[in-house]
């Protein structure tokens, strides 16, 4: 699962990306300084993995990983080709989710591409562009899908939606702050519109700001990813560079220092995995503890076939526990099952975020 990291030039995406992979991709105080996208793999922080490591000293640990892409700032006129536009907007439709890094921070020594930092004249540019290259895809839609209504009058329903839709990113508003049902949204996911696409809005404030998590900038952020239904996540992006040099203990006391139990990045990982709507199971044992990623509303027999096609196939059935049951156990498999805790659970059963999984299947 891949998430693009967008935003104007110089609001600090690059700086974000650096941080969150260490992968090194340039960061420059000019803009375009990203062409192609830099993708970097990164660990999604899981303390239930880390506590289970420790209690059955397992030999190995492997944490879930989401993808970041760092995507070419966008400028006013993306849509239409403005400094490189359509290759970038190529590069957002390729990826699952946005993250959208809005500068909330004064820094006379980095330039802003429009000259005054203004949280919601920035969205409102991004979302723009997204949405005036959906109206593009839209457009085509509704044209190709009017001609077909002649021959099958059952398409009426979705000539209905899509001119809906239409209207409403007419107005500037993106298709993911409308009201749909189960139905009519997959149909729209269907056409890989830009902007229905979920996103989380960062807002990149400066260090003075980092422990309090609030400025003015910010709240006008929140209160405008309100009227979508989107998340917002404070970081400051100067701080989590340096962050991201130290090793863990140096970390826990930087962090410490700043009145912060959690680095601004661990939120956004966390928050861009349920983003994607992606929970972990766990399996755990001396030999190895490990976190899996599924799709919410996961049955088991398909969260056993993560481990392995065969036991997917020769499924019988699951034994369970939550992780905070477990916990309440002291860890102790033992415990659990003389509390009546441990649960022996069949096809049907819809996987929970932190279930402890053990599969049994036939060969």
Not at 195 to 213: C, G, L, M, R
Not at 262 to 276: Q, T, V
Not at 301 to 330: S, V, W
Request: aromatic share 6%; with cysteine; glycine share 8%.
């Amino acid at each position: 699962m891949k998430l693009g990291i967008v935003g104007l030039p110089n609001v600090g995406k690059s700086t974000l990306f650096n941080a969150i992979t260490k992968a090194g991709a340039e960061a420059a105080n000019y803009p375009f300084c990203t062409i192609e996208p830099n993708v970097g793999v990164v660990t999604v922080p899981d303390e239930r993995v880390t506590n289970l490591t420790n209690i059955y000293s397992s030999k190995k640990t492997i944490y879930t990983t989401i993808e970041f892409c760092d995507i070419a700032g966008l400028v006013k006129g993306a849509s239409k080709g403005e400094g490189l536009g359509n290759k970038f907007l190529g590069h957002i439709r390729e990826v699952e989710a946005i993250v959208h890094v809005v500068r909330a921070f004064e820094d006379t020594n980095v330039v802003h591409v429009d000259g005054v930092i203004d949280p919601l004249s920035d969205i409102e540019t991004i979302n723009t562009e997204l949405i005036l290259s959906d109206m593009e895809v839209l457009d085509r839609r509704i044209a190709k899908t009017t001609k077909n209504l002649k021959g099958d009058k059952s398409l009426q329903k979705e000539l209905d939606l899509l001119n809906r839709v239409s209207a409403f990113l007419g107005e500037g508003k993106s298709a993911r702050a409308m009201d749909l049902d189960d139905d009519e949204a997959a149909f729209i996911g269907s056409l890989d519109l830009l902007s229905f696409k979920p996103i989380i809005y960062v807002a990149n404030v400066s260090e003075d700001d980092a422990a309090t998590e609030d400025n003015e900038r910010v709240q006008k952020i929140r209160e405008f990813a309100a009227t979508e239904g989107s998340q917002v996540v404070v970081v400051c992006a100067k701080i989590e560079s340096e962050l991201s040099e130290l090793d863990e203990e140096e970390k826990m006391m930087f962090l410490e220092e700043l009145g912060v139990s959690e680095s601004g990045l661990d939120k956004l990982i966390k928050a861009s995995y349920a983003l994607l709507d992606l929970i972990s199971f766990i399996t755990t044992g001396e030999d190895e503890t490990r976190a899996w990623t599924i799709r919410r509303g996961t049955k088991a027999p398909q969260a056993a076939g993560k481990i392995h096609t065969d036991f997917e196939k020769g499924f019988i059935r699951a034994e369970t526990i939550a992780y905070d049951k477990l916990m309440e156990c002291e860890g102790k498999l033992s415990i659990a099952k003389e509390k009546g805790l441990l649960r022996s659970e069949g096809k049907e059963y819809v996987v929970q975020d932190g279930d402890i999984m053990h599969f049994l299947f036939n060969v």
